[in-house]
């Protein structure tokens, strides 16, 4: 989660950064799938966010500057460690990542030279920023 | 219940106005009374053959020698048409001489105007497509279908019954009128209508309409949506119980409309299908909710059928907890894969997002409930969501809309990730794959072991919500929801249109002989022997049933004619009111439950024929 999250805040190229969001959307969806539906309750929030962070996460891969994946890299998919076992907790750690990552996103939209890379960047943002709100975010 | 039009508010009030009519008969004695009962019941007549002919649709066309092949049921509809359109042909094209004087004729008219605006309505589920009536609505299937198709025709034939009591006792036989000739051809048309509605009556004694059936004809609304609502928080448990029906209906109309969309169509998109997914997740926990509250309630209850009910709603609140999984089951799987069209929801995954939004204002404590609120916040208390056990109804039938609703999104869901699946509009993304790095293109089509499964799960939230609508349904039932209505609905539905055959049309000889083609044209299938046209027409070789049927039609109001003489000779002073109590067509208003307005009853003026008094045979 804090790799994640330092990822997105010191990514220097539009390539990392966009990896980073792909990354960081991918984890989402796997955490609001693990967590929605538990024994502690359930979290309507995170229903909602599992289907916005897979909108998201097809805006980052229609990026043409979007790297191809590294061979052996693993993605932060299913398996990952929750920030915190609560539901409560993993809901305010997805938060916080969101708020990052629609900032982000948002910031590298406004420079990216590409018509497509700043379409999915806009896209992931707008998408992040939704996520960031159901999960009770203030404004990123 | 919702406020919307049915079907029943038309037929009830031109019932109304036929018994308000009897009342106003035996008046007529001016030439300008018989001009304008003229035409005001050449206009009844028209709206009548207007159903008819709608019921007779689907198997008018067939040749002449072929109508003997017709149940009873189908042959009743296209004895009802052909008998009004002969009412209608004995009344000519009388001139409109504007807005009639006469009680009588403005009560025909009114009659008239009401099952015109019924048919209207009915006529809102079909569009035209090159001479072919398309459906437009789910409810087109249920107009179809042989319980509303049965109903219907019960209705009209009946209707047929009144009219012609009406009219014939309102135009005096015993002294001259203004108009003779006026007045033989309004008795003629009267003798067509009394036909038209004995058509269904061999149909009917075979097997009679039931309650439940006419129930359903009544419930039938227009195809125009009810208009989307908006919580602004202050809504109490009635008017969510209310908002929460007329969403659930705008959700079903829209989500039947998309199951519909061709595989290449723009409207299927990955992010309805999500947006959808999570609505029926949301939708259904609070569903879970809702039972479990009204379960809990029922417990506080000491009334002797409380218990079975408790017990019946908590089962349902368990097949509402597995609909929760199965559908969160559907939404992570449609996480993994992607379409051709994205970041797009249709109207349907829209308004799935309301219904959730409305079930959970129900279902939780706080009127302002959103679904970012976390998993700690309070459900709505069950002494405060059903306060008097007259209230749970009200909420079953919320609640039954509601899994209607989402077992339509659910269906609605599946068949178009089957669609796109043929159609090669399913993909992953490149990254996900374990090759991932050393394919070109961000998506690739979906490897049918993804497909098959996503399948799978998206099939399993569909019968998992049919199991938690079966459930209401049989709650709604038990407590006498007005929702039950839809539980018929689905089954006239899926029964399909009526039979039209008494036999398969394979097993017809395909060169059909004489012999045979005589053997089919028995027109009468009570098996009443021959009258003097009828045998006359036969010997003289005439095999049409359509010839053969007019001839027993000839007959049968000869009959009429020598039987009513008799009558009079016995009482010439018979009076309208007479008349229309000795039709069935007038008998006292029976009270007809109306669930689908959410009223206790409504008036409905006639009974089925079998049940009434026994005709004089015409």
Redesign the interface.
Known sequence: MERMTAALESAGSLAALLDAAWEAFEFIISESGDYADTDEGFCTALVYVLAAAADGRDAIITAPSLPARRPGKRSAGPGHPGPDGSVLGVAAALAALSGVLAARLASAAGSASDRRDRAACLIGAQYAREIHALLGGAEP | MTGRPVLGDFLAAANRHLERAATQSGTSASGRDAEEMTVSLRRLITALAGYASDLARSFGVLPDRDLGLLNSHARAAVQARDALSGAAACLGSPEVTGQPVSGLARRLDAAAVSLITGRDLLQTHFASDQGWRRARSGWALVITSQPVSRALLAEITSLSRQAAAVVAGAVPEDRPWPAAEQGRRLHLACQWLALAGASDQPACQQDPVSGTERDLLYAIPGSALPRRRVPDGSELVPELCAAVITTSERVSHLAWAAAGEPPGSPAIS??SW??I??AG??TS?HCNLLLAALAARAGQHRRGDARAIGEALERAAADARRS??SW?RA??A??QV?TDV??RASPAAAEATDL?LWT?RLAYASPGWV??????HPARLPENLAPARADVPGLVAALHYTAEALERLAVSNQQQVRAAARAGRVFV????LPD???TLG??VPAPADHTVSLLAVCRRATKASTRTVSAVAGIAADVRAPSRVLATAKVAACAGPPPVFSRPAAAVPAAAGPAAEQDQAAPDPAGAPAGPVEARARALGVTSPRLLWRATGVDRLAQQVIADAAGSRRSPARSAASTARRSPGATPARRVSAPGRGRASMTQGRAHPAQQEPEAEP
């Open positions: 990955v992010t999500r947006r997914a999570s997740t949301a926990h929760r999984a969160l939404g992570l449609l996480s992607t994205r970041w959730a959970g679904p970012s609120r976390g998993p700690d993304p490149a990254r996900s991932g790095s050393a961000q998506f």
